[in-house]
């Protein structure tokens, strides 16, 4: 079984700060994604990650893909109150299971306080 | 374009009753996957279907079931309602089934179990 970890599961943080998001696995995924979700809406996909080492600039968001491939992070510079929402990292399977299943992590809660 | 639509986006049922969960796919679209996403949690992979055949089923009790139509749209089928059964249902489509091809979630059916 292929299991993501994430964290932290809470962060609560005023404007203007940085923080980091941490998404870990024993196992190898061929490709990371992490999505982000509002209350009462399906997860929006920010970025997919799939070659190990590879890093993602999205404005003031940075993803990074681990070497093995077996975690990833996400990094928000200078944090703004739209930032806040549930972020999701999600795994796609590789060999051996259904080629689309995404396995995801626990989700981190980010409230980011003007 | 449309994104991926689902209905009902509420319903709400007793214990031991059937329910019937439906998705449309962005136009174009080919491949439909259903997820479960309990309060607090990342959503969790159920069924994944592609030119109408199943192509992938996560760890779920086979009261559980689901179909896609010659038109790409599925139904998602849960029997035996229990009280665990409460979630946010969530269905996304992918042009195919490719590892790392993106998935665009729906917002979701909200189903309670009373």
């Known amino acids: 079984t292929q299991l993501l970890e994430q964290s932290p599961q809470f962060l609560s943080i005023q404007e203007g700060e940085n923080l980091t998001v941490y998404c870990n696995s024993s196992?190898?995924?061929?490709?990371l994604q992490w999505y982000r979700q509002e209350p009462g809406e399906g997860p929006v996909l920010l970025v997919t990650v799939v070659t190990g080492g590879e890093v993602k600039k999205l404005k003031r968001l940075t993803f990074q893909f681990g070497d093995a491939r077996k975690d990833s992070s996400l990094h928000i510079t200078a944090a703004q109150p739209g930032d806040t929402g549930l972020y999701l990292c999600?795994?796609?399977?590789?060999?051996?299971?259904?080629?689309?299943?995404?396995?995801f992590g626990q989700g981190t809660i980010l409230t980011v306080h003007p | 374009d449309a994104g991926v639509t689902q209905s009902p986006t509420h319903l709400i049922k007793t214990r031991g009753q059937h329910v019937t969960l439906r998705c449309s796919p962005i136009?174009?679209?080919?491949?439909v996957s259903w997820y479960q996403q309990v309060l607090g949690q990342g959503p969790q992979f159920i069924f994944q279907y592609y030119e109408k055949e199943e192509r992938g089923r996560g760890n779920f009790p086979d009261r559980f079931s689901a179909r896609q139509f010659p038109n790409y749209s599925s139904e998602l089928n849960v029997n035996a309602l229990l009280l665990g059964d409460s979630a946010l249902y969530l269905c996304?489509?992918?042009?195919?089934?490719?590892?790392?091809?993106?998935?665009?979630f729906g917002d979701g059916t909200r189903l309670s179990i009373l």
């Open positions: 996304a489509s992918s042009i195919w089934t490719g590892i790392n091809q993106p998935q665009h």
């Open positions: 196992s190898v995924f061929s490709s």
């Open positions: 999600a795994g796609a399977g590789a060999g051996g299971t259904s080629y689309g299943k995404l396995t």
């Open positions: 136009s174009g679209h080919k491949s």
